[in-house]
């Protein structure tokens, strides 16, 4: 029965699994990331009451006290930075909805990004749709998603191509942003796996950048789909309600 359903729907059932994968991953990420920060806490205050009780102590003191206190604040710093690392991995618990001139995003991403791209002879281009609307949208993700698509076209490029940033309405009441390249595009077994935390396929690559934009996409009620362009290089789409701000009360 699965197997129909999913041949039924086709790329759409991959789709929604993926994103169904994302949430319950996202949610689980949260909830260990707040259960181990509860005891870290609790053994940062007794480390700071322990340095206190030694500080009494008669001298001399052991030598070794000192050393293995600043062991114990080294590994409770890195537990509290995986703890970070875990709560941005859920995703934006919530965003701050402003009006936004998405033409201002993409033309802030564009000068933010251009002389990378211009040293590597990447040409940097983008087109927004006339008359496109402001919409309510948080442009600090918004902005934080668009150049993590920006960064990986132009890595995939390397050299002397092109990427390109447009913006139009997609129907129904929405907006579609693509972000094109003339790389070498993504291989088809991997299209859905790329959103995935972690996964890379650059030797120095975190894995991180392509699943920051999907949560992103996702706090905003939108997706962000993959796809190879018929003529060469990848097309990473992200789709979002539009929710002019002329018709929203």
Do not use: Y
């Amino acid at each position: 029965m699965d197997n129909l359903f999913d041949h039924a729907l086709g790329d759409d059932a991959s789709q929604l699994a993926a994103e169904e994968r994302q949430r319950l991953l996202s949610r689980l990420l949260s909830r260990v990331a707040h259960e181990v920060r509860n005891p870290l806490s609790s053994l940062d205050i007794h480390v700071q009451l322990l340095e206190e009780d030694i500080g009494q102590l008669p001298e001399p003191r052991p030598p070794k006290i000192a050393g293995r206190l600043e062991i114990i604040r080294t590994e409770l710093r890195r537990l509290e930075n995986i703890v970070r690392q875990f709560l941005s991995l859920a995703g934006p618990s919530s965003i701050d909805l402003q009006p936004v001139n998405l033409s201002d995003v993409i033309q802030h991403v564009c000068r933010l990004l251009g002389p990378e791209a211009a040293a590597h002879e990447i040409e940097l281009t983008m087109t927004v749709a006339d008359g496109l609307p402001k919409m309510w949208a948080d442009a600090g993700q918004l902005t934080q998603a668009l150049v993590n698509l920006v960064i990986n076209a132009t890595q995939a490029v390397e050299r002397k191509g092109r990427v390109s940033i447009s913006a139009a309405p997609n129907e129904p009441h929405g907006v579609g942003i693509e972000v094109r390249d003339t790389g070498p595009g993504i291989d088809p077994a991997k299209r859905l796996a790329i959103f995935e935390p972690f996964f890379t396929t650059k030797a120095d690559g975190s894995g991180l950048g392509l699943w920051i934009v999907q949560q992103i996409a996702m706090a905003h009620g939108g997706t962000v789909a993959a796809a190879n362009a018929p003529g060469g290089g990848a097309i990473i789409t992200l789709r979002l309600p539009l929710r002019p701000v002329e018709t929203t009360s």
